[in-house]
């Protein structure tokens, strides 16, 4: 069965202390690993693709990597607006479009 | 302003009652899917949609039922609401395709509270 686990459920950050967030997968085969961001009241707004291990994408402050059986989203140097809900999503390669969801890291970034 | 919009954003009745959410999206995407978001579940899949008039469960579609007449247009309907089914309800769209990688995208989510 595919199983998508985040780690931690929650981070709180000073504003400009980088950390990591863990996205482990178990799937049979990778099509693909999607980072999503969630504001409160909002829906998940996609950030990112990667397809295979090695493969890293950035944008601003935030920069993901992909493992074969895990995947990191880096936060640089963090700013307030940084505080969300972090998701982290697979699609097995026999999935049909569908996506496969972890619960998330819940992120406050304070001044 | 195109994208994907849901309505209402904000829903409350009663166990029993029927309920249907609207989901509409202005891209064209082939696929949509409906997702609910509970503490400690994350995001489930309730169906999802390929094409107009071809739709198929995902993982916990039991109590709910979607039609797709049209491309842009994918209601999800609770046809005896339950107090289990209180719950944020998510629609998203993606580009087409069997092999597409694409990303789905969202919209902003109704949140129906039954009572």
Not at chain 1, 35 to 46: A, I, L, N, S, V
Not at chain 1, 58 to 81: D, M, Q, V
Not at chain 2, 35 to 60: F, N, P
Request: aromatic share 10%; with cysteine; hydrophobic share 30%.
């Amino acid at each position: 069965e595919d199983q998508v686990t985040q780690s931690p459920e929650a981070l709180r950050l000073q504003e400009g202390e980088s950390s990591s967030l863990n996205c482990s997968y178990t799937v049979s085969g990778l099509r693909g690993l999607f980072w999503y961001r969630q504001d409160p009241g909002k829906g998940p707004e996609f950030l990112f693709t990667l397809y295979s291990a090695g493969e890293e994408k950035e944008k601003e402050r935030l920069k993901a990597t992909l493992t074969k059986k895990e995947s990191f989203l880096h936060i640089t140097a963090p700013k307030p607006e940084d505080s969300a809900t972090y998701l982290c999503a697979v699609r097995p390669t026999d999935s049909w479009g569908k996506l496969q969801f972890g619960a998330g890291t819940q992120v406050v970034v304070t001044p | 302003d195109a994208g994907i919009t849901q309505s209402p954003r904000y829903k409350i009745t009663e166990t029993g009652r029927q309920v249907t959410l609207m989901c509409h999206q202005t891209w064209s995407h082939s696929y949509m899917f409906w997702y609910r978001q509970d503490l400690g579940h994350g995001l489930r899949l309730i169906y999802y949609s390929a094409a107009a008039d071809i739709t198929d469960k995902g993982e916990v579609p039991d109590g709910y039922v979607v039609s797709r007449s049209k491309t842009e247009n994918f209601p999800l309907t609770l046809e005896s609401a339950t107090r289990s089914q209180t719950s944020v309800y998510f629609c998203a769209s993606s580009e087409g395709g069997v092999r597409s990688n694409q990303p789905q995208h969202f919209g902003d989510g109704t949140r129906l509270s039954i009572l």
